[in-house]
């Protein structure tokens, strides 16, 4: 061994031990391995920072993109509500999502599938009043091991299958990795089912001040228009298609009269329905219902791009213009430039039109108006804006735009047409374009320490293959394996790729061990499949880092995952891969 593959070792031992004892933060860990890689010389400075133009980097920001596009349309969430009426145990949650973006990403690329899910699980989440990360990780496994059911699924799976058209001439099919992904997908489902109680029960990702409010009783106003399907139900038919906790506290009709919410009460066009919720709640209601929100055809909406608009929770302080006032009597718009959405007024069921509202100090307000003159309005109408929470409410959405860019994009990635990174790339900007998620908020999902621990390990990792730290794994693999039995030579190549692959990455992992694999084979006599495919697996396999698969390192932010999370759940599920995978590896592919 040289000096510079011993330095090379040492770095990512230290690094891995700065992990584990998890004293500091995943990105100052890396962003220490890279300075020490670079001070020894095993990276170049040159090349310090070429891990930032990785395509991993560009793939991670966008899938953050996308997923919160998907989450703002609330199409995920109306599915799953179908699906999952009856499902209310956390552990039954589980293995729903986890079941579904097993399959999805064998179908298409596992992180696109992550992405498409990962809202849904923040939904259930939420509901059932339990941690994310009770859902993030196990999904995240999921869809590791469906990304092994076809040749689409994942990238290792397509470079194995040229290394063995470059031996025999004849590249793995679609669904030749079927029999063994299958088998240990199911075997993946049954463990992850009862085994995400291996997760500590307080990984939340780091709390917002907003995040600390509870305000869940805003009152709104939203009125039926012609195209609405309220029009023409009753009060107890459309409650029966919202959430159980909104309330409807008052119809109010085109002529100004009013009517009870009772059961039977006929809805028509015009009607302006009162509903009483969580905010959230409420713009789904609005939303699945075709209801207009109050205000919205105002001119500080409608002459202002959905990019440049916002909403604000503020109180009424005792000394605000607002006390004592109506919104309707004030013009609030015409005088202030904004719009009132809803109110919270603590202990008291609100039954009024949010025009004859007669504000108090202390009721909480939703302000809607341009995003730079917020500020200035509420100091000029003398509130005090609350902590800063992300609110869907009262921001356009357009529904199925991002499933249908999303979708696109994997299909053309699927096809082969757009390489991975390229496709997530444009429907990142594709869904900032539309208005599927204003590029404000675009920037705000992004989990920008996740891209600086990915941009500083990729020189750190490569800094192995650079200084021959990988042809040293090579040759002891090859000595080791030739004194095995062949079930033994087969687990030790997948052992050696799920080992190897947080260091390299899964794709570099297959384009250093899949030779090496082959060759092996050969000079044993033995066909090249069975230990393509245990490369194939154990690179698409690691279950142990957030660092060597996209999926693992896009849920470490969202979940509030530590490096040594990975491990309790994933050690014993590497465990069941090769023991499950070996014997199914064998029984496909024979050996001779």
Known sequence: MTLQQMLAFGVLAGMMLLFIWGRLRYDLVAIVALLAAVAVGVVSPDDAFSGFSDDIVIIVASALVVSAAVARSGVIEAALARVSSGVSKVSSQIFLLVASVTFLSALVKNIGALAMLMPAAFQMAKKSNASPSCFLMPMAFGSLLGGLITLVGTSPNIIVS??????????????????????????????????????????????????????????????????????????????????????????????????????????????????????????????????????????????????????????????????????????????????????????????????????????????????????????????????????????????????????????????????????????????????????????????????????????????????????????????????????????????????????????????VMAPIAAEFAGNLGYRPEAFLMAVAVGAGSDFLTPIGHQCNTLVMGPGGYRFGDYARLGAPLSLLVVLVGVPLILMTWPLR
């Not at 085994?195 to 990702?205: E, I, K, M, N």
């Not at 006929?266 to 713009?283: N, Q």
């Not at 959405?397 to 249908?404: E, Y």
Request: aromatic share 4%.
């Open 162 to 511: 040229r290394v063995r058209e470059e031996m025999t001439g004849q590249p793995f099919g679609m669904f030749d990795y079927a029999p063994v992904g299958l088998g240990l997908a199911l075997t993946g489902l049954i463990f992850l089912r009862f085994g995400y109680r291996l997760l500590p029960s307080d990984r939340r990702a780091a709390p917002t001040l907003g995040e600390a409010l509870d305000i869940s009783d805003y009152v709104t106003e939203a009125r039926i228009p012609e195209a609405s399907a309220a029009h023409g139900m009753t009060i107890a038919e459309l409650k029966a298609r919202i959430d159980d906790d909104i309330a409807i506290t008052g119809v109010h009709r085109p002529d100004d009269s009013r009517a009870m919410p009772l059961p039977d009460v006929e809805l028509h066009t015009g009607d302006v329905l009162l509903l009483e919720g969580e905010p959230e709640a409420l713009e789904r209601a609005i939303a699945k219902l075709g209801l207009e929100l109050a205000g919205q055809h105002r001119a500080a909406v409608t002459e202002t791009s959905s990019g440049d608009m916002g909403v604000i929770e503020a109180v009424v302080g005792a000394n605000s213009l607002l006390v004592g006032q109506a919104a309707g009597r004030m013009v609030l718009h015409d005088r202030h430039g904004v719009n009132l959405l809803a109110v919270s007024r603590s202990g008291q069921r609100i039954v009024s039109r949010l025009r004859d509202i007669v504000l108090s100090p202390g009721d909480v307000i939703v302000l809607q108006g341009k995003l730079d003159t917020l500020p200035e309005r509420l100091r000029d109408l003398g509130c005090l804006p609350l902590a800063e929470r992300t609110l869907r409410f009262g921001k356009s959405t357009r529904g199925l735009v991002p499933i249908v860019i999303l979708a696109g994009a994997m299909v053309l990635t699927a096809l082969g047409y757009v390489p991975v990174a390229m496709a997530f790339f444009g429907a990142a900007a594709l869904i900032m374009l539309t208005g599927a998620l204003p590029v404000r908020e675009a920037y705000d999902h992004i989990e920008w320490p996740i891209l600086v621990m990915i941009g500083c390990l990729i020189p750190v990792s490569d800094a192995l293959r650079t200084t021959g730290g990988t042809d040293l794994i090579a040759t002891w693999l090859s000595g080791t394996a030739s004194v095995l039995p062949a079930w033994g030579a087969v687990a030790l190549i997948l052992v050696a790729a799920m080992a190897v692959t947080p260091f390299l990455n899964n794709a570099a992992t297959v384009l």
